[in-house]
């Protein structure tokens, strides 16, 4: 069993800043790529960013240039910095991990196995 947790996450000005953290035990962290999803009241879960085992890095249009992922195998842990916040950035962001290789990326919801509980991040205009 893999246990997701995220923290982080917040209310913030539009412009601002936050650094949502998520570490996963319970298997092999180097093993596991990790993404990030959110899901907005009455919208469908979206795809934020996700990190390969190898470190390859995607990103949703809608972030790019603002939001940074990263991994440290060490501390089994993925940050995803978000910078330039914007009132659409307000979601629940869920943090997940696969340990399927996907040759296409990790864009789809499906493809992950372990998910985290939740952080709300809440952008103010």
């Known amino acids: 069993q893999v246990l997701v947790v995220e923290s982080g996450g917040g209310l913030v000005q539009a412009g601002g800043s936050l650094r949502l953290s998520c570490v996963a035990s319970?298997?092999?962290?180097?093993?596991?790529?990790m993404g990030w999803f959110r899901q907005a009241p009455g919208k469908e879960r979206e795809f934020v960013a996700a990190?390969?085992?190898?470190?390859?890095?995607y990103y949703a249009d809608s972030v790019k240039g603002r939001f940074t992922l990263s991994r440290d195998n060490s501390k089994n842990m993925v940050s995803l910095q978000m910078n330039s916040l914007k009132p659409e950035d307000t979601a629940v962001y869920y943090c997940?991990?696969?340990?399927?290789?996907?040759?296409?990326?990790?864009?789809?919801?499906?493809?992950?196995?372990?998910w985290g509980q939740g952080a709300q991040v809440t952008v103010s205009s």
């Open positions: 997940a991990g696969t340990s399927q290789y996907l040759s296409g990326g990790y864009y789809s919801d499906a493809s992950y196995d372990y």
């Open positions: 319970g298997r092999t962290f180097s093993s596991l790529a």
């Open positions: 990190i390969s085992r190898r470190g390859y890095l």
